[in-house]
């Protein structure tokens, strides 16, 4: 297969960028895919969002909504939808034209599932090299995660900006909160606010655990909003924080400091995962220099572990 470029992918649309997608999956270490996500990560466009909460708050929906909004400002959004795995295939359960209803003759907007296999954490393997691509050809990222409970915080080491959605009414989600992820979030929703005086309650509880916390990442100061994706109420509400927690990102170097300790993140793990602990010690330092690649990086480390 010939080798693809980001201006290929560019002008190539959908069907170019799902080939190159099923290329990262099937040859992630080839020569000409490390070229292409070497490409990506150096020529980061895209402000990654990730989308987060326990199942059944409203997740798509709310993606769906923000879909629209970003849409209308003539803004280009890819999205990444990791769902729960089939234990027979692997593959996704949910698909994503069946949680997000899209325009599919609309080029500026791009959705594909990722099967979320044994990872708990809520991130598919394929994940984070998926959003580099596609973070140098969107003007948004949306990454939803699959919802499982306590080890939902993976979204932290491949996303900007982290929206957390609680549900009114619901002990789950303020145990979810409680749960450790109360430390991810730049951005706390309260989903549902058309239940009235049930998702009032629920942003108390909320800016509570928040308080109880003393929460802030890096001085940002937490928002806690409440929105109704249905009705489309707060939707405009959430993407201007988004867009204040993108400015304030900009300020001095916090962005690139905080994409350069995700990259030395995958590096990592995706040593751990392949070689275990033993590769880990073997590997000695897994140092990135700023701006280099990761994928290079783990390729070249690996190439080292299977010759040792």
């Given amino acids: 297969m010939s080798a693809l470029s980001l201006a290929a992918l560019a002008a190539g649309g959908k ?42 708050v409203g997740k798509s929906t709310l993606i769906g909504a923000l879909i629209v909004h970003w849409r209308a400002a003539a803004r280009t959004v890819g999205v990444i939808a990791v769902d729960p795995s089939s234990r027979r295939s692997g593959g996704a359960l949910l698909g994503d034209r069946t949680r997000l209803r899209t325009d599919p003759d609309d080029a500026g907007v791009f959705v594909r599932s990722m099967a979320a296999r044994d990872k708990l954490g809520g991130l598919a393997a394929l994940t984070v090299s998926a959003m580099v691509l596609m973070r140098a050809l969107y ?13 939902e915080t993976d979204v932290a080491g491949a996303a900007d900006t982290i929206v957390l959605c609680v549900q009114p009414g619901s002990g789950d989600s303020l145990q979810f909160m409680k749960a450790g992820i109360v430390e991810i979030p730049h951005v706390v929703v309260v989903t549902k606010s058309d239940l009235g005086a049930a998702a009032e309650r629920a942003r108390g509880d909320a800016l509570a655990v928040l308080g109880m916390a003393d929460h802030g990442v890096g001085g940002w100061p937490v928002p806690v909003l409440t929105l109704s994706a249905l009705k489309r109420d707060g939707v405009d509400a959430l993407a201007q924080s988004i867009a204040d927690h993108r400015r304030w990102l900009g300020e001095g170097d916090r962005l690139g400091q905080a994409r ?23 590997a000695a330092a897994l140092k990135l220099a700023p701006g280099e690649s990761p994928f290079r990086a783990a390729a070249r480390l690996a190439t080292t572990l299977r010759r040792a």
């Fill in 15 to 56: 069907p170019a960028l799902a080939s190159a997608l099923a290329r990262l999956e099937r040859a992630p270490e080839d020569t000409d895919t490390l070229a292409l996500l070497d490409a990506a990560y150096a020529q980061p466009r895209a402000h990654v969002v990730g989308v987060t909460g326990p199942p059944g």
């Fill in 260 to 282: 350069q300790a995700q990259a030395a993140h995958w590096l990592v793990e995706g040593v751990r995962e392949a070689f275990g602990r033993e590769g880990l010690s073997r």
């Fill in 139 to 151: 003007d948004i990222v949306l990454i939803e995660t699959v919802g499982v409970g306590q080890s």
